[in-house]
T-cell receptor
Framework: GAGVSQSPRYKVAKRGQDVALRCDPI?????LFWYQQALGQGPEFLTY????????KSGLPSDRFFAERPEGSVSTLKIQRTQQEDSAVYLC?????????????FGPGTRLTVL | LAKTTQPISMDSYEGQEVNITCSHN???????ITWYQQFPSQGPRFIIQ???TKVTNEVASLFIPADRKSSTLSLPRVSLSDTAVYYC?????????????FGQGTTLQVKP
């Protein structure tokens, strides 16, 4: 069955470039999460969508990070003027409903390297 | 959300049972305990979730004592393919968004 997919799987950017990372959640899943995972660390929460509404963006590290989910399905995480400290794996997860204990299904992640 | 403490790493051999214990002294009444597994270059994968006592599925068992201040993930008869990082998470109604708070996890190395 189709799981969460993310593209691209790998992205190399020069410092100062803008990047856009895409997440295709499992069809019908209401909730969508973005996480950032640095090397050797656990994932850290960035932002949360319930359908198209961004209800929590408390984890976004700076105003260079922007996420959207305009139609309540596909989501894009955009990073403007990338910096070396943005290098990490960006994970997307979706869950079926609105219950906070609903299982989150993760995609494979996008590995971003900023040179 | 409640902070969790788990061993950084563990070693085991194929065929053995592995128990990974997680401490969560400040767990809230409405918090669930969830374990995820992560292989290199993959996203975390849900293993098991519980609230109290014991939960068992086809992959693992989760033991939660009455005070709920700790939990133990039990993996029966591990194989080389169980080598991964295991995360213990605590959260639930105390977070109105369901966001997961990951620690560093436990790196399990299964040897032949």
């Amino acid at each position: 069955g189709a799981g969460v997919s993310q593209s691209p799987r790998y992205k190399v950017a020069k410092r100062g470039q803008d990047v856009a990372l895409r997440c295709d959640p499992i069809s019908g899943h209401v909730s969508l999460f973005w996480y950032q995972q640095a090397l050797g660390q656990g994932p850290e929460f960035l932002t949360y969508f319930q359908n198209e509404a961004q209800l929590d963006k408390s984890g976004l590290p700076s105003d260079r990070f922007f996420a959207e989910r305009p139609e309540g399905s596909v989501s894009t995480l955009k990073i403007q003027r990338t910096q070396q400290e943005d290098s990490a794996v960006y994970l997307c997860a979706s869950s079926l409903g609105l219950a906070v204990q609903d299982t989150q299904y993760f995609g494979p992640g996008t590995r971003l390297t900023v040179l | 959300l409640a902070k969790t403490t788990q061993p950084i790493s563990m070693d085991s051999y194929e065929g053995q049972e592995v128990n990974i214990t997680c401490s969560h002294n400040n767990i809230a009444t409405n918090d669930y305990i969830t374990w995820y597994q992560q292989f290199p270059s993959q996203g975390p994968r849900f293993i098991i979730q519980g609230y109290k006592t014991k939960v068992t599925n086809e992959v693992a068992s989760l033991f939660i004592p009455a005070d709920r201040k700790s939990s133990t993930l039990s993996l029966p008869r591990v194989s080389l393919s169980d080598t991964a990082v295991y995360y213990c998470l605590v959260g639930g109604f105390s977070s109105n968004t369901g966001k997961l708070i990951f620690g560093q996890g436990t790196t399990l190395q299964v040897k032949p």
